[in-house]
């Protein structure tokens, strides 16, 4: 009895706060038809903003992937001072909105900033421009691999590397050979996850793009240029990109999950 | 859960590329990380604090911040229950569905927030599904609190959930068993045995979903309508003085989430240490 009203309570609930907005982004989207929902897919602005947010996710997916692995393997195979603090530091974008993170940039690299008039002098754009999307993007996956590689690494301690090293092995043939097989889903579940991430970020990359349209507008800022122009259904068609991006790593997600 | 938990393997001697992760490791936290936190810090410092009590206080940011404390505790309330119920279901029960309502658990970490931002607009304004059902009513949706407390509990649904979830999987049953034995009702089981075990995980939840919603800001804006003193959030707040040019009004709004967000971390990190130490009793 209980059991039947919890699961039932829990699937309603569920169908109205999670499944109906989902649903409704393709309903909207396609509500003019499918020749309507091509032309605003098609539409020169809206190609250029995808182009944008694929830019950005292949630019910050791998640096994220390389620094993950680099930070698990320094914070899992050796012992030294100020581990903690470099700790605190990577978890630290997860508790900081993106928005403070966009403001922090700002007050960086703006025209008021810190390195703003260096960066005028020597004619290099960092805000409003593709560098500082990029960077903006990477303080928020910064958690994403190192998390999920990390407690692995730790777990499967450093025996075999150690006997690797004893056998001749060299640092490269030593993680490409033996470590890297250990926690490849892990990594790819860490990717999988900053992708997904690097990909939807609206908070800080609408501080530092200036959402310059056909220039710095990634696609979840351009959804909302769209919406404030009132023409729904290209913000939705624009919106259901991302959502099908968003179903592409959540089906990537679970899969991976039985394999780690 | 913390990186923190597990000790390192000590291995210096043998292993190869400490010099090299340590550098890069290094380099990519100063330069992504720490520097441009210390420019807002530093940005804070020197506008002093009387002018920085005076943007604080000043009625607009007072007000900005109760309504994104306001929303953020409800949208919170609201998913502490929502949570601890998926939980409780995903773990308890076997059921045709299950595996695929344990997926959407996560769809909104993995739909960006201004996609759903977006769609919950649409669905709640008076043409919508949803809206049309409630305009009759009088019940108003989109720009209202309502809706900001909308937009915030739908990004911040996996937290509760995915913290209660493993360790209810790992709660022993005997000790239920031994409950019931004894002649516990199952509410009273519920109550007494299971949910003092799982609370350090829930509050640990409930604490980063409303970190979570204290900073959340693409799904609140389209849905908030952003009118001062009634729905603006802090984090749009802080982001209408940017445009304004006003960098010092910006960043005093900024420190203000920043150091919050810093104490619910702080707070969340000491519940699971108590946790750890006092554990719950688990198989």
């Not at chain 1, 991430?197 to 908070?203: D, F, K, T």
């Not at chain 2, 998926?86 to 045709?96: E, T």
Request: glycine fraction near 8%; include cysteine.
């Amino acid at each position: 009895m209980t059991r039947a009203l919890l699961i039932g309570l829990a699937v309603v609930t569920t169908a109205i706060f999670v499944v109906v907005p989902l649903v409704y982004i393709f309903v909207q989207a396609l509500g003019a038809g499918w020749s309507a929902y091509a032309a605003n897919i098609m539409h020169p602005l809206t190609l250029h903003a995808i182009w944008m947010t694929t830019l950005v996710a292949v630019i910050v997916v791998p640096v994220t992937v390389a620094f993950g692995i680099g930070a698990a393997w320094l914070l899992s195979k050796f012992q030294f001072r100020g581990r903690g603090l470099l700790i605190t530091l990577i978890e630290l974008p997860f508790s900081i909105s993106p928005i403070i993170a966009g403001i922090c940039y700002l007050l960086l690299y703006g025209r008021q900033g810190w390195l703003g008039g260096f960066l005028a002098r020597h004619d290099l754009d960092v805000l409003f421009a593709l560098p500082g999307i990029v960077m903006v993007t990477m303080f928020v996956t910064t958690p994403f691999v190192v998390r999920e590689v990390l407690p692995l690494m730790q777990a499967q301690g450093s025996d075999q590397e150690q006997a690797a090293v004893t056998l001749g092995a060299s640092g490269w043939q030593l993680f490409r050979r033996v470590t890297l097989p250990n926690i490849r889903w892990a990594l790819l579940y860490g990717a999988v996850l900053a992708t997904a991430r690097a990909v939807g970020e609206y908070g800080g990359v609408a501080i530092v793009s200036g959402s310059i349209r056909g220039k710095t507008n990634t696609l979840p800022l351009h959804v909302e240029l769209l919406f404030n122009d009132l023409n729904a259904a290209g913000a939705f068609a624009a919106a259901t990109v991302l959502t099908m991006i968003a179903l592409v790593v959540l089906v990537a997600k679970t899969v991976l999950e039985h394999r780690r | 859960m913390s990186l923190a938990s597990a000790p390192p393997v000590r291995a210096r001697a043998v292993l190869p590329g400490f010099r090299l992760t340590f550098g890069t490791t290094l380099l990519y936290l100063t330069v992504i990380v720490l520097i441009p936190i210390i420019a807002l810090v530093i940005e804070g410092a020197g506008i002093g604090p009387a002018r920085l009590w005076d943007i604080v206080s000043a009625p607009r940011t007072r007000a900005a911040l109760r309504i994104t404390i306001t929303a953020a505790a409800v949208a919170t309330v609201i998913n502490a229950v929502y949570g601890l119920l998926m939980a409780w279901v995903l773990v308890r029960y076997r059921f045709p569905g299950r595996g695929l309502l344990d997926a959407l658990m996560d769809i909104p970490f993995a739909l960006p927030t201004a996609v759903a931002g977006l769609s919950l607009t649409a669905l709640y304004s008076a043409n919508g599904w949803f809206g049309a059902v409630l305009a009759p009513m009088g019940i108003q949706v989109v720009y209202t609190l309502g809706g900001i407390i909308l937009a915030m509990s739908f990004t911040s649904i996996p937290f509760v959930v995915r913290a209660v979830q493993p360790v209810l999987e790992k709660l022993d049953p005997a000790l239920e068993e031994a409950a019931s034995s004894l002649g516990a009702s199952g509410w009273t089981t519920f109550r007494r045995v299971i949910f003092p075990a799982i609370m350090p995980a829930w509050l640990g939840g409930v604490t980063t979903s409303f970190a979570r919603s204290l900073g959340e800001f693409g799904a609140v804006v389209f849905i908030a309508g952003n009118l001062p003193f009634k729905t603006e959030i802090a984090s749009l707040l802080a982001y209408i003085r940017l445009e304004e040019y006003d960098y010092e009004g910006a960043a005093a709004v900024a420190l203000v989430l920043m150091v919050l967000a810093l104490v619910l971390l702080f707070l969340s990190n000491l519940v699971q240490i108590r946790a750890a130490r006092y554990g719950a009793v688990t198989a």
